[in-house]
T-cell receptor, first 112, second 114 residues
Framework: DQQVKQNSPSLSVQEGRISILNCDYT??????FLWYKKYPAEGPTFLIS?????DKNEDGRFTVFLNKSAKHLSLHIVPSQPGDSAVYFC???????????FGTGTRLTIIP | DVKVTQSSRYLVKRTGEKVFLECVQD?????MFWYRQDPGLGLRLIYF???????EKGDIPEGYSVSREKKERFSLILESASTNQTSMYLC?????????????FGPGTRLTVT
């Protein structure tokens, strides 16, 4: 049972445009959400997070939006740059538990 | 700067061999995790540990065991390797929740079982 889903395995975006990566979850106990970025042959690195008490968090070119009623979060990257080409994973945590549940990942390709 | 290191980047083992994957973190983190990453399946949690000598099963513990004798070191053991354990293995660590839920990952070990 996949509690965190990323329904788009891949996404291609022109350089300079906005990239939007989506994530859906089913467990209503999740209250903290994170996005990780992974380059080939490297471990994932933390990008941005959001608590369920917020609906938006911004960090430079990266913004995460949370819609609790729809159990949906999205990551916006604007403007997209070639170095953003990577696999992006969303992850969720429930009730102060350090354990994370990860999605299946979306491969983002930025086209120069 | 947090550093998580894994003993090998690439490993090739034969079916039935006992395999040890080592992970070390240098930031005095309480919590450590082992994941495997497979195409189309994302990261799946195998085992995790909140403290020395403590371990808890994750979502896919079958065929694996772990050892945490020291706070900085968390080992994943494949008792009898099988071809379906061919995967990328990732170790991660994190401090206590009051310092956030961000996990710090090592570079991964790509294990091939033939």
């Amino acid at each position: 049972d996949q509690q965190v889903k990323q329904n788009s395995p891949s996404l291609s975006v022109q350089e300079g445009r906005i990239s939007i990566l989506n994530c859906d979850y089913t467990n209503s106990m999740f209250d903290y959400f994170l996005w990780y970025k992974k380059y080939p042959a490297e471990g994932p690195t933390f990008l941005i997070s959001i608590s369920s008490i917020k609906d938006k968090n911004e960090d430079g070119r990266f913004t995460v939006f949370l819609n609790k009623s729809a159990k949906h979060l999205s990551l916006h990257i604007v403007p997209s740059q070639p170095g953003d080409s990577a696999v992006y994973f969303c992850a969720a945590s429930a009730g102060g538990n350090e354990k994370l549940t990860f999605g299946t990942g979306t491969r983002l390709t930025i086209i120069p | 700067d947090v550093k998580v290191t894994q003993s090998s980047r690439y490993l090739v083992k034969r079916t039935g061999e006992k395999v040890f994957l080592e992970c070390v973190q240098d930031m005095d983190h309480e919590n450590m995790f082992w994941y495997r990453q497979d195409p189309g399946l994302g990261l799946r949690l195998i085992y995790f540990s909140y403290d020395v000598k403590m371990k808890e099963k994750g979502d896919i513990p079958e065929g694996y065991s772990v050892s945490r004798e020291k706070k900085e070191r968390f080992s994943l053991i494949l008792e009898s390797a099988s071809t379906n354990q061919t995967s990328m293995y990732l170790c991660a660590s994190t401090p206590t929740p009051d310092r956030g839920y961000e996990q710090y990952f090592g570079p991964g070990t790509r294990l091939t079982v033939t």
